[in-house]
């Protein structure tokens, strides 16, 4: 098992190192080379920039039972897909059941973008949602080891 990061953008990717190092599960870094992140106890992998250059190369590299952590929701479905487990920066789990309504949220967020519409961007990080990631990743950890 080894946890994949889509660390463009990604708030806590030294969060999940310290958590992985506590269960010794190998961690990769997968970002482009506008967003190079290097930690130590982890493998980075760097991409070209592009659309979805990160993406597609973390699917190529997931497998059954590995942990993906994303915000993106398209890659989390494809993520789900191959058999991982998927989880956002907040703690959310992705799953079967509430991809649907996530991609639909998707969706009618991109619509109100070319109708020139600019949905509220998130609000600044909180101690609680780096509280629920941590409950959630280890969660998930316990329950494979």
């Given at each position: 098992?080894?946890i994949?990061i889509?660390?463009?953008?990604?708030?806590v990717?030294?969060?999940t190192l310290?958590?992985?190092?506590?269960?010794?599960?190998?961690?990769i870094?997968l970002?482009d080379?506008s967003?190079?992140?290097?930690?130590?106890?982890?493998q980075?992998?760097?991409f070209?920039?592009?659309a979805?250059s990160v993406?597609?190369?973390?699917?190529?590299?997931?497998?059954?039972g590995?942990i993906v952590?994303?915000?993106?929701?398209g890659?989390?479905s494809?993520?789900?897909?191959?058999?991982?487990?998927?989880l956002n920066?907040n703690?959310?789990?992705?799953?079967?059941?509430?991809?649907d309504?996530?991609?639909?949220r998707?969706?009618?967020n991109?619509k109100?973008?070319?109708?020139?519409?600019?949905?509220?961007?998130?609000?600044?990080?909180?101690?609680?949602q780096?509280?629920?990631?941590?409950?959630?990743?280890?969660?998930?950890?316990n329950c494979?080891?």
């Amino acid at each position: 098992m080894n946890i994949l990061i889509d660390a463009d953008g990604c708030p806590v990717v030294d969060l999940t190192l310290q958590i992985a190092k506590q269960f010794g599960i190998p961690v990769i870094i997968l970002c482009d080379t506008s967003h190079q992140i290097e930690r130590e106890g982890a493998q980075t992998l760097v991409f070209d920039k592009g659309a979805d250059s990160v993406d597609f190369a973390l699917v190529n590299r997931v497998k059954p039972g590995d942990i993906v952590v994303t915000q993106d929701y398209g890659l989390a479905s494809m993520c789900l897909a191959r058999c991982a487990r998927v989880l956002n920066q907040n703690g959310l789990e992705y799953t079967a059941d509430n991809m649907d309504a996530l991609m639909l949220r998707r969706y009618e967020n991109k619509k109100l973008l070319r109708a020139g519409k600019h949905p509220k961007g998130s609000a600044k990080r909180t101690k609680e949602q780096d509280v629920k990631f941590t409950d959630t990743l280890k969660k998930i950890l316990n329950c494979k080891h």
